[in-house]
């Protein structure tokens, strides 16, 4: 009995994080509308800027308000300067935006911290104390006692004060809420500061227990979800014992359970059991005017274009240095990942955060097929493009239930989850050395990547190319057709007579097919399935570059693969500018940001815009010498033989 109450205990540290953590996001999400899957950055963010003051010299004290209130700074700065422009974006932007500052963060703290994972400063007093007959750190009852402090204050702030008032109002109908003379930018303005503050103070609390970690402190956001998920994103007080409750019975299951992962993945657990069984749903916020989604172009790439492209590809593949011919065949595999996401994403509207996690799945059955059963090349490829159909839908299946927001906590539970279980499981997958893939011939002939890469690159071209050109006419299409109109509203669609479930789920299968040929082309490309490329950062990583290029045409598709790490467009910027490896996190944060707030239907189609008004003036007639426009012509009044003098009186 007395383990059981001290791992309980023990897990009152991490429990207390979630549960700050969860009401920051509840914060964020009542007074703005959006739900902040950046905030486990912040948290990361601001542990680690604490630790370098503290370092410095700064005494604890100083160095925790001045964290806190940059923190906080950071919140309402980040609402003025990217939220309150998207304020009538669709909820799929605003959920990609957080994930661009997600990316932006890590990078930052990768390029300034390091990613060496060390110790942190501690805040709270750590010496033992007993209850019970049990010893444990003082600083868990800390920690319990600040976290229900924190959710009687945020309780009491909502119901006693204006703002918070006014914050439940306009969470319930901002337009409501304007009329009344209220500020929804104020408002949102205040509560993401408040909610960045809380996630920094949540970091700082946690970081001296779990580590100075960049994806360990980030990945915080899932228990915090799951926590938020529990409390209705209503209620502070149910918010912070169900972030309580979480921690504690990781503690428990950590220690009665060997399992690899067991404990990551609870939070998972939570989440489909709040989501998809007992139909608790983040609540729907109204907003005061909404805007399209991006653009779904009906053509795609022209036929001359398609030839050219292959061309240059083929040329490249054998003209070009062995760095080049193994960076473009990178970005001819990253392409067919990209696919999948353009499909579900770009077609469907459907917010997954798991395009990677298919990847990872499809190279293990590459691996296991061909290593294992000795099944020869490509067969193993096709046989797990085929697996991946009813994986994909299995995993797809949340979709008929839940949408949007809830969607995407579903489905970043789910890479999480299996990262942790299968992924990191040595005795299943060879853990982070990977399963090995044998070197690929057919009936004889070489394809190794390492001797031969222009025949490996020449076949990686010919599959892409397939899977562009079926992307394409899956647009085209009756089924994407059908696709399209369940993005734009599901229930027109099925007033129209179009099986919602149906478009849903032949998405996500087709895209986990594309998935699973992408991690098997890369396990051939390495010689072994490294696990660690198909984390859930891989994935959102992805998502960022897609959603770039363009996450609704096949073209943002192919800039995503150039511009992936180690890619064409990453080789080229190196070669020019030296090492971009640290860069590259922050700069494709930066990037996305951009897109979104300047160019929100993709650089691909803004860059087709701009070369088509380029083209338009260049095909303007030029006057003849001494010619004066029509329009500019001065008009003669009726009985006058001259144009009337321009001279001014």
């Not at 209220?182 to 205040?190: E, G």
């Not at 036929?303 to 760095?323: C, D, K, Q, R, Y």
């Not at 192919?558 to 030296?578: K, P, S, T």
């Not at 951009?594 to 006057?623: E, F, K």
């Amino acid at each position: 009995m007395s383990t059981v109450v001290l791992f309980a205990i023990l897990g009152l540290g991490s429990g207390a994080a979630y549960a700050i953590l969860a009401c920051g996001v509840v914060l964020v999400h009542r007074g703005s509308g959006t739900l902040s899957f950046a905030q486990g950055a912040v948290c990361m963010f601001a542990a680690f800027l604490f630790a370098r003051l503290v370092e410095q010299g700064v005494p604890k004290p100083l160095a925790l308000v001045v964290t806190l209130l940059a923190a906080g700074t950071f919140g309402a700065g980040w609402h003025a300067a990217v939220m309150r422009p998207l304020r009538s974006a669709p909820i799929l932007a605003k959920v990609i935006v957080t994930l661009g500052l997600l990316t932006a963060l890590e990078g930052a703290a990768s390029l300034w911290f390091g990613d060496q994972i060390r110790n942190a400063p501690k805040v709270l007093p750590t010496g033992d104390v007993g209850v019970f007959g049990v010893q444990f750190g003082q600083d868990r009852l800390w920690l319990l006692g600040i976290t229900i402090v924190i959710a009687i204050a945020l309780a009491a702030w909502y119901s006693a004060t204006l703002i918070g008032v006014s914050t439940r109002a306009a969470a319930e109908n901002p337009r409501g809420a304007a009329l009344l003379g209220f500020s929804p930018d104020l408002i949102a303005a205040t509560n993401w500061a408040i909610g960045c503050a809380l996630a920094g103070l949540a970091g700082i609390l946690i970081a001296p227990i779990v580590g100075l970690s960049i994806g360990g402190l980030t990945l915080l956001i899932l228990p915090a979800l799951a926590a938020a998920l529990l409390g209705g994103f209503r209620s502070f007080g149910l918010t912070a014992l169900a972030g309580i409750l979480i921690g504690s019975a990781q503690s428990e299951i950590g220690r009665y359970w060997k399992q690899t992962g067991v404990t990551d993945a609870l939070p998972f657990v939570v989440v489909i059991a709040a989501v998809v069984l007992t139909g608790r749903l983040i609540p729907e916020r109204g907003t005061i005017s909404t805007v399209r989604l991006p653009l779904a172009p009906r053509g795609g790439i022209r036929p001359s274009s398609a030839v050219a492209l292959i061309a240059v590809a083929v040329a490249g593949l054998a003209l070009l240095n062995s760095t080049y011919q193994s960076g473009l065949t990178t970005s001819l595999v990253t392409i067919s990942a990209a696919l999948s996401v353009v499909i579900v994403t770009g077609f469907v509207g459907q917010t997954s955060l798991m395009p990677m996690t298919f990847a990872g799945i499809g190279g293990l059955l590459t691996s296991k097929f061909a290593e294992n059963l000795n099944v020869p090349f490509p067969f193993p490829l096709v046989l797990a493009a085929v697996c991946m159909v009813p994986i994909g839908m299995l995993l797809g299946l949340p979709a008929l239930r839940v949408r949007g927001l809830n969607l995407a906590v579903v489905t970043i539970g789910a890479a999480v989850a299996v990262n942790a279980v299968l992924f990191l499981n040595r005795s299943w997958t060879g853990g982070q050395t990977g399963s090995l893939a044998p070197s690929p011939s057919i009936f004889g002939f070489s394809l190794d990547p390492s001797l031969h890469r222009f025949r490996f690159g020449l076949f990686c071209v010919l599959l892409t190319a397939l899977l562009v050109w079926g992307t394409g006419n899956l647009r085209r299409g009756p089924s994407g057709l059908r696709m399209l109109a369940v993005r734009s509203n599901e229930r027109a669609a099925t007033a129209s007579g179009i099986s919602v479930s149906s478009a849903k789920l032949q998405a996500f299968a087709v895209s986990a097919a594309m998935a699973g040929v992408s991690g098997s082309l890369l396990s051939y490309q390495i010689g072994a399935v490294s696990f660690d490329r198909f984390d859930v950062f891989g994935s959102i990583g992805l998502i960022v570059l897609v959603y770039i290029g363009g996450v609704s045409i096949v073209s943002g598709a192919i800039f995503a693969g150039l511009a992936a790490e180690g890619g064409v467009f990453y080789l080229l910027v190196q070669d020019a500018i030296g090492s971009v490896a640290r860069y590259y996190g922050l700069a494709s944060g930066l990037l996305l940001l951009l897109t979104i707030v300047a160019n929100p239907d993709g650089a691909v189609i803004a860059a087709r815009r701009q070369w088509a008004w380029l083209r338009s003036r260049g095909s303007r007639p030029h006057p003849a010498p001494g010619h004066q426009p029509a329009e500019t012509q001065p008009v003669r009044r009726p009985g006058e033989t001259t144009a009337p003098s321009s001279t001014p009186l």
